[in-house]
DNA sequence: CGGTATCCCTTCCGATACTG
DNA sequence: CAGTATCGGAAGGGATACCG
């Protein structure tokens, strides 16, 4: 999903979207972060499962798209914010409507009965 | 972005959103039946640059996940036609708001001066 | 606390050639 | 026309251990 970065002479533009945020942990980050300003470890705790590794990967192609803002304070321990930037917030209407979509999807495919190719 | 089917007892289901539309084309091939059914040839011939291959793989996989219906017509020389189911078409407002968000991240990180990290 | 470094496996996906 | 078969590279991403 990266690596063509966003060079899309094409007609529809969700593939730019897709582009930086098709990572497999950048929307629940956005998710959080509309939330409100969160440290690198409140989002490592309540992100279940993500490894540090991982969630800084994500954290800084975000930061580099434009999408996250990251404020170090120099103390001591350490301390580091993560935000959004304008950009970033300008997603809360997708990432709700996404969530709203994925919560439908897993009811009309109700769950209980569902196969799902696995 | 496959292998864990939508098995998300999270807070947020913007992941099991993601797991179905993260494919490389999904998106633009949603775009283009938005607008109306279409067969195999004209998808292949407006998608520019996919491969049979990859076109065959990512209908396939929107079809097991209720996105899109494939409709075979018993004819020679063989006609195939795909179009969006309801779940399929509900993905309408979401795609248009992804699309216009691609366009104005262009226009912000002006593409003349970005570096954008390649 | 907020990360890096290394390793390695899996999935994705493109190229090319062939088929009913 | 509407696909399949096979191959192989590259990116994504997890496990684990270590660092300033």
Redesign the pocket.
């Known amino acids: 999903?990266?690596?063509k970065r966003h060079d899309k002479p094409d007609n529809c533009m969700v593939e730019v979207a897709m582009e930086i945020l098709?990572?497999?942990?950048k929307l629940a980050i956005v998710y959080k972060l509309l939330q409100g300003t969160h440290?690198?470890?409140?989002l490592k705790r309540e992100m279940d499962?993500?490894?540090?590794?991982?969630?800084?990967?994500?954290?800084?192609e975000l930061e580099e798209d434009g999408i996250v803002a990251?404020t170090?304070y120099p103390e001591v321990?350490?301390?580091?914010?993560?935000s959004l930037t304008d950009t970033g917030r300008s997603l809360d209407t997708i990432v709700g409507l996404l969530d709203g979509w994925g919560r439908s999807y897993l009811d009309n495919h109700h769950p209980s009965a569902g196969p799902g190719r696995n």
């Open positions: 999903m990266r690596g098709g990572g497999r942990w440290r690198f470890g409140e499962g993500i490894t540090p590794r991982m969630l800084t990967r994500q954290l800084r990251r170090v321990p350490p301390r580091v914010e993560y």
